[in-house]
Nanobody
Framework: VHLVESGGGLVQPGGSLRLSCAASGFTFSNYFMSWYRQAPGKERELVASLNSAGGTTYYAESVKGRFTISVDSAKNTLYLRMNNLMPEDTAMYYC???????????WGQGTQVTVSS
């Protein structure tokens, strides 16, 4: 199992980014795929999850209406579209694979998102 995130960077408040997580070694449809983030001095938190089999999603309250999780099974890639970014969204973002909600088993190396003017 290999997860590689990309797409992070520096963006101004109100801006947008799309994170990607290229996956290999497994089939998306059998797993829960998630994005977590960790800001300096804070615990890692669940941002969004997708039950690949059923298509149901979960979002943290702080990102509802701004972030969208999706998957392209043909490309074996997980995405996180982030709109209206705020300084408090600044964190390292991680892609994770699990077998149930908020139960990650495999992690990517992370991609840094910094929201600042």
């Amino acid at each position: 199992v290999h997860l590689v995130e990309s797409g992070g960077g520096l963006v101004q408040p109100g801006g947008s980014l799309r994170l990607s997580c290229a996956a290999s070694g497994f089939t998306f449809s059998n797993y829960f795929m998630s994005w977590y983030r960790q800001a300096p001095g804070k615990e890692r938190e669940l941002v969004a999850s997708l039950n690949s089999a059923g298509g149901t999603t979960y979002y943290a309250e702080s990102v509802k209406g701004r972030f969208t999780i999706s998957v392209d099974s043909a490309k074996n890639t997980l995405y996180l579209r982030m709109n209206n970014l705020m300084p408090e969204d600044t964190a390292m973002y991680y892609c994770a694979r699990g077998t149930s909600w908020n139960d990650p088993v495999n992690w990517g190396q992370g991609t840094q998102v910094t929201v600042s003017s």
